[in-house]
């Protein structure tokens, strides 16, 4: 298929473009910034751009991973996200039905389901998150905007039968974290991959996937994240004394960690259950937990990528014409 991707200059994009290829489809890069991978420069936010690359490159496909993100809540101001994340999914979503398209893939993310109760971790038990919790409360303008975004998606296959898969990614980012210090970098990363982070790469299979599945399925939001080794009846446990339980699954957890000099989670505060996706899509994330202990014990490079010098590539032109 000939698919739009926009964000193709991003993180996730570099990674998701050249799967896409290898898996037989033609890519249309869109993107504020320029990329290897990004024919078309602009924002989504601009509709008349949006109608042209329609028409012009033959669309059949669009998967929608441009936009701002958490990071950029202290760069751009509330108008920015509304018109990127919001105004912008609407222009892709009503091309796309204007050209008899049958499906859409939207990056959305775990982001949306912490609530500031959520993110205080508060209570005395870690929170079990999936696709099917209660009312969601967002806690600041990137989770409203992606949720609203989310909304777009479901009413597009309502409305007009156009399957749109929105996929709930948790972290996978290669920087550090902008709010934990301690502990730092890959040991954080590492530790993220029990209950709340993926890699790039399978945050990439996992668009292919759904982009493959959508038609089949219609409409679904699907978190996506590493399996997890924690069960429901964890929760308790995992805030009270994370160290146990994980011991119980890995016991040479430990000892591998302390040879590097790394600490595990005293406490564990969201676990995200990617079971949906796995059951409904099919997709199971390849790389886990058990992939860095094992990558720690065969001595080999860790499964995941880590650069704390990585800046979205928007940044280097000063996001100049995000809101167009
Ligand atoms: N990185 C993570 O950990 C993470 C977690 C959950 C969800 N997500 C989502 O994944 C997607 C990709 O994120 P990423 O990590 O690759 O970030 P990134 O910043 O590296 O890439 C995003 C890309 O979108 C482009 N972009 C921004 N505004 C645009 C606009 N108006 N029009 C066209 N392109 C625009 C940027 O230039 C950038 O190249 C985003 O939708 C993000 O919300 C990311």
Same mark, same amino acid.
């Given at each position: ?30 993107d504020m910034a ?91 038990a870690a929170v ?103 069960? &429901? ?45 796995? &059951? ?45």
């Open positions: 298929m000939r698919v739009l991707l926009t964000g193709s200059s991003g993180w996730l994009g570099r990674f998701l473009a050249p799967m896409l290829r290898q898996a037989g489809h033609a890519v249309i890069g869109l320029p990329g290897t991978d990004t024919q078309v420069l602009g924002s989504v936010a601009d509709r008349a751009l949006v109608e042209r690359v329609f028409a012009e490159h033959g669309i059949e496909a669009v998967i929608h991973a441009g936009g701002l993100h958490k990071p950029d809540i202290v760069r751009y101001p509330a108008q920015n996200f509304l018109d990127v994340n919001v105004a912008g999914t609407l222009n892709l979503l009503e091309c796309a039905k204007a050209a008899g398209h049958d499906r859409f893939v939207f990056t959305s993310t775990t982001s949306l389901m912490i609530s500031q109760a959520i993110r205080d971790e508060g209570g005395d079990w998150l999936d696709e099917a919790g209660g009312s969601l409360a967002p806690r600041n303008i990137y989770g409203v905007t992606k949720l609203a975004a989310e909304g777009l998606c479901r009413i597009a296959w309502a409305e007009h039968g156009l399957a749109t898969i929105v996929l709930r990614t948790s972290r996978f980012f290669p920087e550090d974290d902008d709010t934990h210090a301690v502990p730092s970098g890959e040991n954080l990363k590492a530790n993220e991959l029990l209950h709340r982070r993926l890699t790039v790469e399978d945050a990439a299979r996992a668009h292919l996937v759904a982009l493959e599945q959508a038609p089949a399925v219609g409409h679904g939001v699907f978190v996506i994240s590493a399996p997890t080794p924690f069960a &429901r009846a964890d929760c308790a446990e995992l805030k009270r004394e994370a160290a146990a339980v994980i011991a119980r699954t890995f016991p040479d957890a430990a000892a591998l960690y302390a040879a590097r000099g790394w600490t595990l989670p005293a406490s564990i505060g969201r676990v995200y259950d990617a079971g949906l996706a796995e &059951r409904v899509l099919g997709f199971r994330c390849e790389t886990d937990f058990a992939a860095v202990l094992a990558a720690l014990r065969d001595g080999a490079p860790l499964p995941f990528a880590h650069d704390p010098a990585y800046v979205s590539p928007k940044e280097r032109g000063g996001g100049q014409g995000i809101g167009r």
